[in-house]
Structures are given as C-alpha cells and as structure tokens.
T-cell receptor, first 116, second 114 residues
Framework: AQKITQTQPGMFVQEKEAVTLDCTYD???????LFWYKQPSSGEMIFLIY??????QNATEGRYSLNFQKARKSANLVISASQLGDSAMYFC?????????????FGQGTTLQVKP | ETGVTQSPTHLIKTRGQQVTLRCSSQ?????VSWYQQALGQGPQFIFQ???????GRGNFPPRFSGLQFPNYSSELNVNALELDDSALYLC?????????????FGPGTRLTVL
C-alpha cells in the first residue's frame, strides 16, 4: 500500500541554521512524484518543491532542496538559512502517476519551530 | 493570476445537517481535488473532479459528494453531518495537461459540527 512516513513530530532549529525534515515513502509504482508543502497556522498549504521519480538531479527551489535517495525510498527536505517565518507544519506527499487521479497521499507532518 | 479561493472560511453546523463548501480553481486549471484534514493530521483525499466528472475517490462514504461546473469551480456537499466531520476542508486545483501536476491549495474551510 502507498504510504508516507514522517517520523519527526516536532523539530527546533536556530535561526540562520540548516534543518533536515525526514520523509520516507512506500510504493510499488515505478512512476511517482514527491512533494513538500508548508502549512502555516492560517491553514493554507503552500507548495515548496517537487521531485519526480525519474529525475536524475535533486530538486532545488531557493532555500529548499530535496535529498532524494530512491533506493532508500527517502525524500528529505533541507531548508538552508532558516528564518523565523519558516515556523510551520511541513508535509511530505506522494502522487502515483500511473493512477492518473492526482490523488496526493500525505504524511502526518512535522512541526518546525525556528528559534531567534 | 487569481489563486484558489474557498468559501466560507468558517462554518458551524449541528449533527445531521447538510453543508455545501465552495471552491474556485486557479485560472487555467481544469482539475479540482478535495481533502479533509482533521486536527493534527495530514490531509486525506476525498475525491477529484476533472472536466465535470469525478476522477478518483478516497475512502469516504457516499454522503460526501461533489460537483464541478463548466468554469471548473467545484462544490463539496456533505449530508447527515457527524461529529467526526469536523475538520479543515482543503480544495486544490491543478492543470493536468502539464508535467509536474502541481496542486495549488486554497485557504480551506474550517467546519465545526456540534
């Protein structure tokens, strides 16, 4: 069964330091996409970064990078130079391309708190 | 470019009532997905609509139903509300003719069932 696991319920990081949020996934589909979303207390899910299963390079978007290790089925999010505004809930999600429904499967999330 | 909008932002209903939530997709997006997010949990997929047809459904009972209109906006209807239906309901739109199929989420509707 398809599954996303985020094992860190909460994380703390000092402002300006880097932090890694863990995500592992399980799927039998050879074609899939992995997403990270940020959810502030306001509730809106903000797209951060995407990695396709066939992408050769790790995805990067500004201060966000995705450490994709396909053999280990992990897709960790790295946030560099943390800012106070990065404090939020972070969700890892997967979409299986073959199912053609666009259904996203989400993990339980990790709460990140950035300390000044 | 207008983002995804949802209405209302908050709603309080009593058990057994019916509710309709609305979503306007981002300009140019033809697909709308609905998710239910209980407090402290990740969102759960309810269903997706593509060109006015249901295109995939999660593990939700038939009292959760939806519509998509020709302008790609969408409604989520929930009948016979139960206490466990209290959650944040998120709508996401995407352009399925693209590559990454990135889904853009709206701000959500917080439903409280008393």
């Amino acid at each position: 069964a398809q599954k996303i696991t985020q094992t860190q319920p909460g994380m703390f990081v000092q402002e300006k330091e880097a932090v890694t949020l863990d995500c592992t996934y399980d799927t039998s589909d050879p074609s899939y996409g992995l997403f990270w979303y940020k959810q502030p207390s306001s509730g809106e899910m903000i797209f951060l970064i995407y990695q396709g299963s066939y992408d050769q390079q790790n995805a990067t978007e500004g201060r966000y990078s995705l450490n994709f290790q396909k053999a280990r089925k992990s897709a960790n999010l790295v946030i560099s130079a943390s800012q106070l505004g990065d404090s939020a809930m972070y969700f890892c999600a997967m979409r299986e391309s073959s199912r053609n429904t666009g259904k996203l499967i989400f993990g339980q999330g990790t709460t990140l708190q950035v300390k000044p | 470019e207008t983002g995804v909008t949802q209405s209302p932002t908050h709603l309080i209903k009593t058990r057994g009532q019916q509710v309709t939530l609305r979503c306007s997709s981002q300009s140019g997006h033809n697909t709308v997905s609905w998710y239910q997010q209980a407090l402290g949990q990740g969102p759960q997929f309810i269903f997706q609509y593509y060109r006015e047809e249901e295109n995939g459904r999660g593990n939700f009972p038939p009292r959760f139903s939806g519509l998509q209109f020709p302008n790609y906006s969408s409604e989520l209807n929930v009948n016979a509300l139960e206490l466990d239906d209290s959650a944040l309901y998120l709508c996401a739109s995407s352009d399925t003719s693209g590559g990454a199929d990135e889904q853009f989420f709206g701000p959500g509707t917080r439903l409280t069932v008393l």
